[in-house]
């Protein structure tokens, strides 16, 4: 059992940057694909970013294409870079642990779960 803990969401000022962490329980969490969601207010969890085993990504959505950036460590840390952030990308981030290698964009391609941070953008 993978037990991931999601940090660094606050409020911000739309422009500025925040970095979000994703850290395991597991010094064997670099066998796992690594994803993060996001789930606004009155909506459905949303695909955000993926970075796989061997530290490739998957196509960002769009919504968020240019402006973040995902990386890990290879011990127990994937982390989510976002910069140039905006009202719309307020929502409480999860990230989620795949055991394939590549991990996906569905919910369901994911086994374990954060229980996310907050990310509050607004002037």
């Known amino acids: 059992q993978v037990q991931l803990i999601e940090s660094g969401g606050e409020w911000v000022r739309p422009g500025d940057s925040l970095k979000l962490s994703c850290a395991a329980s597991e010094r064997t969490f670099g066998v796992y694909a690594v994803g993060w969601f996001r789930q606004a207010p009155g909506k459905e969890r949303e695909f955000v970013a993926a970075?796989?085993?061997?530290?490739?990504?998957t196509p960002f959505a769009d919504s968020v294409k240019g402006r973040f950036g995902i990386s890990r460590d290879y011990q127990n840390t994937v982390w989510l870079e976002m910069n140039s952030l905006e009202p719309e990308d307020t929502a409480v981030y999860y990230c989620?642990?795949?055991?394939?290698?590549?991990?996906?964009?569905?919910?369901?391609?994911?086994?374990?779960w954060g229980q996310g941070t907050q990310v509050t953008v607004s002037s």
């Open positions: 989620a642990a795949s055991p394939s290698e590549n991990g996906g964009l569905n919910s369901y391609e994911y086994d374990y």
């Open positions: 970075i796989s085993r061997w530290g490739g990504t």
